[in-house]
């Protein structure tokens, strides 16, 4: 069966630090990636997706990357962060025809 | 008009009645509708999803979609405390490819 890992489950950064999160994906193959974010009290945002390695679609104009150097890993970055940051990271995969997508368990992440 | 609405709630139902979600969508071509269930904290959930008009049943959880009138509906039978989460629907638009664009989502009360 497929696993999606995060980590860390949570972070607290000043305002312009670095950061760096990570997804791994176990048991699927060339899987679609995503990254959202989450704030609080708010809907799902899609930041990044990605159809293959080295593959990556921004949605949305800010100060975040994301990268894929393996099959089944996805990687979201920043060289300074911003207090409007701070909110729910959530990494996501889907594979096959109809697209269903499936949450890792997300990145709490507070900028302070 | 937001692409994909819901209400916000609370949406507030005693144990055991059945509990009625709706979600309501702008893009006449979407063909892909996914229901998510997120708890406090936690990660959204995938509990269901429907591609083509008529319901469709999980359990105790009946997708409808009706692509005449653009509204995908879930109901909760024999509600549970446990139900209680925000449920979050879910859409591909046309020319999405693999997008998911997620309604801001409704919270659900099962009341003992």
Redesign the interface.
């Known amino acids: 069966s497929q696993t999606i890992h995060q980590w860390p489950a949570t972070l607290v950064q000043p305002v312009g630090s670095p950061l760096s999160l990570e997804c791994t994906v176990e048991g699927t193959s060339n899987p ?1 990636l ?1 990254w959202y974010r989450q704030a609080a009290g ?3 945002q ?1 930041l990044f ?1 990605s ?1 293959g390695i080295g593959q990556i679609s921004s ?1 949305v104009p800010q100060n975040l990357s994301a990268s894929r150097p393996q099959d089944r890993q996805f990687i979201l970055s920043s060289k300074k962060l911003l207090l409007s940051d701070s909110g729910f990271y ?1 990494c996501a995969w ?1 594979a096959g025809h ?9 990145t709490r992440l507070t900028v302070t | 008009q937001k692409e994909v609405e819901q209400n916000s709630g609370p949406l507030s139902v005693p144990e055991g009645a059945i509990a009625s979600l709706n979600c309501t969508y702008s893009d006449r071509g979407s063909q892909s509708f996914f229901w998510y269930r997120q708890y406090s904290g936690k990660s959204p959930e995938l509990i269901m999803s429907i591609y083509s008009n008529g319901d469709k049943e999980d359990g105790r959880f009946t997708a409808q979609l009706n692509k005449a009138s653009q509204y995908v509906s879930l109901l909760i039978r024999d509600s549970q405390p446990s139900d209680s989460a925000t449920y979050l629907c879910a859409v591909i638009l046309t020319g999405g490819g693999n997008k998911l664009t997620f309604g801001t989502g409704t919270q659900l009360k099962v009341e003992l």
């Open positions: 679609n995503y708010r809907g799902l899609l997706y159809v949605e959530l889907s109809f697209n269903e997508q499936y949450f890792g368990p997300g």
